[in-house]
C-alpha cells in the first residue's frame, strides 16, 4: 500500500507546486497624495522578469494584461534580464516584451543588481551592457541610472537610483550611508510627486530618509514561498522572512510597493506566492489598496 501512497503524494505536490509556480496575478494599488496632478495618474510595474517567456508565446498574453490595466506609462524597476553569459541580448524574452510595450506606452526602466552586474564586470561580460543599453534606448526606453526625468503634464519625477553593489551581498545587511541618495540624485521636488526606482526593499529606512512620495521596488521575489500571516521566506541576500518581502508599506511620508516579480531564476519556485503584475493608481482621494486577480 505504501508504494501506491508515496507516489500518488509526490504527485499530487509535484502538480501543486507546478499550478503555485505558474501563470501570475494582477495586483492593484490606490495610492493617496496631497500633491497637485492631474485627476489620477495609472501605471504599471513590472519587475524581475528575468528574460522569462512567462506566457510561453514570447509574452503576448503577458502584454495583453499590461494593456488591459489601461495605464499612462509603464515602469522597469530592475532585472528584466539576468546576468548569464550565454544569453544573447537580440533573442531575449525581454527585448520582444519591452519592443511590445515600448510600441504603445511611454517606459521608465530603473536597474536592478543584475544589469548592474552585467555593466561592472567586463571581463565576464564585455561590451554586453552597451550593447544592451543601445538596443533599449533604440526603443524610446529611458532608462533612469543615478539620474531623475520628470513628466511635466503629470507633475511627476521619476527617479532611477543604482543601488551599489556592496548592499546587495549575501549574508550582510549594510545601511546605505546617510546622505548618498540626495548626494547621487539631488534633493526631491517637493512641489513634485517623486517616485524612486531602487531595485530593493532592504533599504526601505533610507528611501524614507531621502522622502519619496513612492518607493518601488522588487529583487525579493516574494520571498519564494510565502506564509499567510507572516510574509516570504527567504531573501536573495539569504536572510529569512525578509520584512518587505512584498505588498504596500508607509513610512513617514514615503510609501513603498515591492512586487513579487513577474518572472524567476535560478529557483522556478513559487508557493503562495504568484507572480504578479503591479497597477498603481495615484490619486488626491483616500488611502487605499486592493490585490487583484489572478490568470
Known amino acids: 500500500m505504501i508504494y501506491i501512497i508515496i507516489p500518488a503524494l509526490l504527485i499530487v505536490i509535484g502538480i501543486f507546486v507546478y499550478k503555485e509556480s505558474s501563470g501570475y496575478r494582477t495586483s492593484e494599488y490606490v495610492l493617496h497624495t496631497d500633491k497637485e496632478i492631474p485627476g489620477t495618474v495609472r501605471f504599471v510595474m513590472l519587475s524581475d522578469l528575468h528574460d522569462t517567456d512567462v506566457t510561453h508565446d514570447k509574452n503576448a498574453k503577458l502584454f495583453e494584461s499590461v494593456a488591459a490595466a489601461e495605464p499612462d506609462f509603464v515602469i522597469l524597476s530592475g532585472d528584466m534580464v539576468t546576468s548569464y553569459t550565454e544569453k544573447k541580448v537580440r533573442d531575449s524574452a525581454a527585448f520582444d516584451l519591452m519592443s511590445k510595450l515600448s510600441g504603445r506606452y511611454k517606459v521608465y526602466y530603473g536597474l536592478g543588481n543584475h544589469e548592474q552586474r552585467i555593466r561592472e564586470d567586463e571581463r565576464r561580460f564585455p ?3 552597451s550593447e544592451y543599453e543601445s538596443f533599449v534606448k533604440g526603443l524610446g526606453i529611458e532608462i533612469l541610472s543615478d539620474t531623475y526625468t520628470d513628466i511635466a503634464d503629470k507633475n511627476i519625477r521619476i527617479y532611477g537610483y543604482d543601488i551599489p553593489m556592496e548592499f546587495y551581498k549575501r549574508g550582510v545587511r549594510k545601511r546605505i550611508p546617510e546622505g548618498l541618495i540626495e548626494q547621487t540624485l539631488g534633493a526631491v521636488d517637493e512641489r513634485k510627486y517623486n517616485i ?24 525579493l521575489h516574494g520571498g519564494i514561498i510565502g506564509f499567510p500571516g507572516i510574509g516570504g521566506l527567504i531573501s536573495p541576500q539569504l536572510s529569512l522572512f525578509p520584512e518587505h518581502a512584498a505588498g504596500h508599506f508607509h513610512k513617514g511620508k514615503t510609501d513603498l510597493v ?13 508557493i503562495f506566492n504568484k507572480a504578479e503584475i ?10 487605499g489598496n486592493t490585490d487583484g486577480n489572478q490568470c
Open 196 to 219: 524612486l526606482l531602487a531595485h530593493t526593499p532592504d533599504h526601505f529606512e533610507e528611501y524614507s530618509e531621502y522622502a519619496p512620495d513612492l518607493v518601488l521596488s522588487g529583487h
Open 278 to 287: 503591479v497597477v498603481i493608481t495615484i490619486t488626491q482621494e483616500s488611502r
Open 258 to 270: 515591492v512586487s513579487r516579480g513577474i518572472g524567476w531564476h535560478s529557483i522556478p519556485i513559487r
Open 127 to 129: 561590451g554586453k551592457y
